[in-house]
């Protein structure tokens, strides 16, 4: 992998293909669970959610998982759930941390968890930094629920966080964690570029962040391609207010982002909306370029969405209803984002990368 040798694509044609694929979509027979939004949303209030906008059907996912600090998964085939909401009732609500890691990896969770595991296709985690034990967590799911199983070619995603806020060998014990779920499938880290900067100071011993702030566009891409070379994963997602970037083994590219305002790529929700578009375009086996371009469209859209629907007063519906209601509305609220990012792409700041 030679430096700098980065391909900057044009993601015009890009989104003028997903924007085909997006009005055509067949349902899959794929289940993806995520944690519902503490917005309040009446269609969150269930734990079926229906048919998600990108044609996948969509349930809450259960709390026993999200206290494992998983963000999402998704099912190659739907199963009963009811096992899993179950387990909630038993999860310790006092005492110390171990006690409830103890019940999280005891026989009992993980004789209902395997069944579910070997019919994953996606995991995405939550920020290591802001999860309190997630190493402990990560490394007991690993061995305890994953490992039995075998290689089963599940895509694990990770969301680093902050690693200035923990320690050097704290972040290094989590970046071995992480690197050992790449046996049973492939590993993907994201990260803004802050943390990216950050991540690269904690690997090569700098403590003063004033002294690697305003770097240039080459020292950015030196770091995070150092950042690649020293961690063994598949992939590294950089992403910044104007583009993604990804390393691979195979190859390094760029791509051009619609502008957000800073307050919708620091929203709670916002890298949930991110994954859920990039997992299902892993699941749909579109090339990891588009992939990426689904996430930050679903992001975008839904990011945008919400600001203007803060406002608005929710009208409850029945199951089937909502579910009908929510595919149609905003799956056009993508196509409509789709439209918005080409016509942002024509102005002089961004139509110089192609130049």
């Known amino acids: 992998m030679e430096t700098l040798n980065l391909e900057i694509l044009n993601p015009g044609p890009i989104l003028t293909d997903m924007r085909g694929q997006l009005q055509t979509l067949a349902m899959l027979p794929h289940h993806y669970l995520r944690r519902p939004t503490p917005s309040g949303s009446p269609d969150f209030s269930i734990w079926d959610f229906g048919a998600g906008p990108l044609g996948v059907r969509e349930s809450a996912l259960p709390e026993v998982l999200q206290l494992m600090g998983i963000r999402s998964l998704t099912l190659n ?26 019940y999280l990896m005891s026989d009992a969770v993980t004789r209902v968890l395997q069944p579910l595991l070997s019919n994953c296709r996606t995991i995405a985690f939550h920020d290591w930094a802001g999860l309190s034990g997630a190493s402990n967590l990560w490394t007991i799911l690993l061995r305890e629920a994953i490992r039995p199983l075998g290689s089963q070619g599940i895509e694990f995603v990770f969301y680093l966080g902050d690693p200035l806020t923990r320690r050097t060998f704290q972040v290094e ?34 403590h003063e ?7 240039t566009f080459p020292d950015l891409k030196r770091k995070y391609i150092s950042i690649f070379r020293t961690i063994n994963i598949d992939r590294l997602v950089v992403y910044s207010a104007t583009q993604v970037m990804l390393f691979t083994k195979q190859t390094q590219l760029v791509l051009a982002r619609k502008k957000v305002a800073s307050s919708f790529e620091i929203a709670p929700e916002a890298r949930d909306h991110f994954m859920e578009g990039f997992c299902i375009g892993l699941v749909r086996q579109m090339d990891i370029v588009r992939c990426l371009a689904l ?19 929710p009208i409850r519906h029945n199951t089937h209803r909502i579910g009908a209601t929510r ?29």
Do not use: C
Request: cysteine-free.
């Open 173 to 206: 014990e989590a970046i071995d964690v992480i690197t050992d779920f790449s046996e049973y499938g492939q590993v993907t880290i994201a990260l803004d570029e802050e943390e990216a900067v950050k991540l690269w100071m904690v690997l090569n011993g700098v």
């Open 295 to 313: 996430g930050l469209v679903v992001f975008g859209s839904r990011t945008e969405r919400h600001s203007v629907a803060d406002h608005s007063v």
């Open 77 to 102: 085939t739907a199963q009963d759930l009811s096992p899993l909401y179950r387990l909630s009732a038993g999860i310790p609500h006092t005492g110390d941390e171990e006690n409830k890691w103890r």
């Open 327 to 355: 595919q149609g509305a905003t799956r056009q609220g993508l196509v409509d984002y789709i439209d918005q990012w080409v016509d942002d792409l024509q102005q002089q700041e961004i139509m110089y990368l192609y130049q």
């Open 209 to 215: 962040y004033g002294s690697v702030v305003n770097q």
